[in-house]
């Protein structure tokens, strides 16, 4: 499907009211001024009103047409014109892209954090992010990190670019307001935004403090998952996801820097100009946002418990079909209705690592403890479930308890194949709940052999 949107914003004012395009996935094109775009041709001699022509690619060349992903921006000056890139000074030190022994463990307890702190002193998005944890290698291109972000200023006279991956943003406190070469974005908790690797972008805070969870995809980008026999409608709709208007500046930006993530770590190069310079674009690669109160749930109308997976909001899947690099689940506001069935869910092991994180709200399975802005992790084949509270409470019910709605509550997890190794800030932090496995202490034994016997004599006898 293709698309074409004219902003009417001026030449260098932001929008009071952003626009936006929609569709997943779909080959879009935007202009700030219209006759901007080339017609009939990519890469023309001379590019209307004087503008540079500048592919980037999400993919390589020979990907599979399907799977290709590149877009076209048509700019006042091409992004190739900075100084070289030097180390960042000084360094951040709590950022990974490859991880083995040497800064990260493993572990298999389970693992909780409280919501961090946000810092007193100036703290913008880059210097707010630090990996929790993660597995592979941005150099292999192929692995994930798992990042949390604490911020209190809005970045000032520089732009970030993730050369390693795909950053999808999960705001839990104060909106983002993001530019990036294709438009801007507004980013509200509730909200996520995706930034595909390579992209430059700046992130403001318009209320100030702010804090959120990223995940990270090395090598691979997500993609709505397959809905097999639940047919064409359910989940996140295709039209629901939201891609930028072009939008551009133009002026002076002495000492301009941009800060580019590479390998993990952070380099600086100094240009005079502003990289939101892009007058037109258009493209199938392009950074997207998607309100998650638009997701369509499907669960189990009679009995048991369906598999989370069933809330998949994107999908980084790798070679083997149906194993996820990297899932992103919700587990939103809906209605529980299965008869004589334990709702909340089940007891666990799982050859697959969760990450959990709680942007409002409660969450089903944990009466104490999860809090909007903690996380947890339960690693390959560590055992997790409710809490005793909720098992108690849930059990309390009886077998007759009727139709319930799950009601403000938005937590969401990140789930991949590979097994994640810990950043010892992560381990040593002093949000770490070490009193996390004491919520499943109290679970007692309900065992009944004579239950048991007279089940199974009633069943004998055909009651």
């Known amino acids: 499907m293709d698309g074409q949107s004219v902003s009417k914003t001026n030449d260098s004012d932001p929008p009071s009211d952003l626009q936006y395009q929609f569709g997943f996935g779909n080959h879009l094109s935007s202009e700030a001024i219209a006759g901007a775009l080339p017609r009939g041709q990519n890469n023309p001699l001379t590019c209307p009103f004087g503008l540079y022509a500048e592919q980037i690619s999400g993919t390589p060349f020979t990907a599979p047409r399907k799977q290709n992903q590149f877009s076209w921006l048509y700019r006042i000056k091409p992004s190739v014109t900075h100084e070289p890139f030097k180390p960042r000074v000084p360094s951040h030190g709590k950022l990974v892209s490859e991880f083995n022994q040497s800064n990260s463990s493993t572990n298999p307890t389970q693992l909780r954090w409280k919501p961090v702190e946000i810092p007193d002193s100036p703290t913008d998005f880059i210097d707010g992010l630090y990996t929790v944890c993660g597995a592979g290698s941005s150099f292999l291109r192929h692995g994930y990190a798992i990042h949390m972000y604490t911020a209190n200023k809005s970045m000032d006279n520089c732009a970030f670019c993730n050369a390693d991956g795909d950053f999808l943003i999960v705001p839990q406190k104060g909106r983002l307001s993001i530019t990036t070469e294709c438009g801007k974005l507004q980013v509200s908790p509730g909200e996520i935004v995706v930034l595909p690797h390579g992209f430059r972008f700046v992130v403001d805070l318009p209320d100030g403090p702010s804090r959120g969870y990223v995940a990270e995809i090395f090598g691979a980008h997500f993609q709505l998952p397959d809905l097999g026999p639940i047919g064409a409608n359910g989940l996140a709709a295709s039209r629901d996801f939201l891609v930028p208007v072009a939008w551009y500046e133009e002026c002076s930006r002495p000492g301009y820097t941009i800060v580019q993530k590479f390998g993990g770590e952070l380099f600086t190069a100094k240009q005079d100009f ?145 097994i994640p190794r810990i950043c010892p800030w992560a381990l040593d932090s002093p949000s770490i709940d070490h009193d996390y496995y004491q919520c499943w202490v109290g679970l007692r034994s309900h065992f009944s052999r004579e239950e048991a016997s007279d089940e199974s004599q009633t069943i004998q006898n055909g009651h």
Do not use: Q
């Open 274 to 418: 502003s990289p939101f310079n892009v007058v037109a674009w258009h493209g199938n690669y392009v950074p997207y946002k998607y309100d998650l109160s638009k997701f369509c749930p499907v669960n189990t109308v009679l009995k048991d418990h369906a598999d989370p997976s069933i809330n998949t909001v994107l999908t980084a899947p790798t070679d083997k079909p149906g194993v996820a690099l990297l899932d992103f689940v919700i587990f939103p506001p809906r209605w529980l209705v299965a008869e004589h069935t334990f709702r909340p869910p089940y007891y666990h092991r799982n050859c697959m690592s969760e990450f959990m994180g709680l942007i409002y709200g409660g969450y089903e399975a944990k009466a104490d403890g999860f809090l909007p802005g903690g996380a947890s992790l339960h690693s390959c084949m560590t055992p997790h479930g409710p809490d005793t509270k909720t098992f108690e409470a849930t059990v309390a019910h009886g077998k007759d308890a009727g139709p319930f709605r799950i009601t403000n509550t938005m937590a969401f997890m990140f789930e991949s194949c590979l």
